[in-house]
């Protein structure tokens, strides 16, 4: 069965700081990985998702992520932390036949001015 | 191009009641999934619609039930709620039947908060 685990539930970070959110999967086959924010009260924004090829992938908001799969991780990153990028972050892994996503537990980031 | 529609927003029933939660995908999507997103268990995956069939199941209670219509617009019914019902429902929602070879985006709605007092 596939799992995830954000094995950092709070990150507190300063604005201007950079941001490293960390994400590992459990799955036999080649993953579909997926990273969401979500703001307070809203619904799941995709940032970025990684398929196939390049294993460093941009996403939206300045935010990449690179897949490792001898780690069997999927790293979030953004250089530089603005206050808006407060809110709860999710990684995903899909599967090739159908849409279900696994979530991890999710990691909340705090940004200090 | 409007986003994935939940409807009720907010909803606050009593337990031993039923709810009915309505979500418009995409247009042009046919695939609708709904998530449950509590504090405690986090964000799971209850069931999955393309093309008016269901597709997979996560592992709930039979109180819990959903259905697509021909034009994708997906419901899900709880029924005899209880107080662990309490939740973020989620729906979401996709082009194609999976992530397939070259990936899929999916998108979601805002939710629906539903209480249970």
């Known amino acids: 069965a596939q799992s995830v685990t954000q094995p950092d539930i709070h990150i507190t970070v300063s604005e201007g700081a950079s941001l490293e959110l960390r994400c590992n999967y459990s799955?036999?086959?080649?993953?579909?990985l997926f990273w969401y924010v979500q703001s307070p009260g809203q619904g799941l924004q995709l940032l970025l998702k990684?398929?196939?090829?390049?294993?460093l992938v941009q996403g939206i908001k300045g935010f990449e992520a690179e897949f490792k799969r001898s780690q069997s991780s999927f790293n979030l990153r953004k250089p530089s932390v603005h206050w808006s990028d407060a809110a709860e972050y999710f990684c995903?892994?899909?599967?090739?036949?159908?849409?279900?996503?696994?979530f991890g537990g999710g990691t909340r980031v705090l940004v200090k001015p | 191009k409007a986003g994935v529609t939940q409807t009720p927003r907010y909803l606050i029933k009593t337990r031993g009641q039923q709810v009915t939660l309505s979500c418009s995908p995409i247009s042009g999507h046919r695939s609708v999934s709904w998530y449950q997103q509590t504090p405690g268990q986090g964000l799971q995956f209850l069931f999955e619609y393309f093309s008016e069939t269901q597709r997979n199941k996560g592992n709930f209670p039979g109180r819990f039930s959903g259905r697509q219509f021909s034009n994708s617009r997906s419901e899900m019914n709880v029924s005899t709620l209880e107080l662990g019902d309490s939740a973020l429902y989620l729906c979401?929602?996709?082009?194609?039947?999976?992530?397939?070879?070259?990936?899929?985006?999916?998108?979601f709605g805002e939710g629906s908060w539903l209480t249970v007092v």
């Open positions: 979401a929602s996709s082009s194609t039947p999976g992530q397939g070879s070259s990936g899929n985006t999916i998108y």
């Open positions: 995903a892994v899909g599967q090739a036949a159908g849409n279900k996503l696994t």
């Open positions: 799955y036999g086959a080649t993953p579909y």
């Open positions: 990684y398929f196939s090829g390049d294993t």
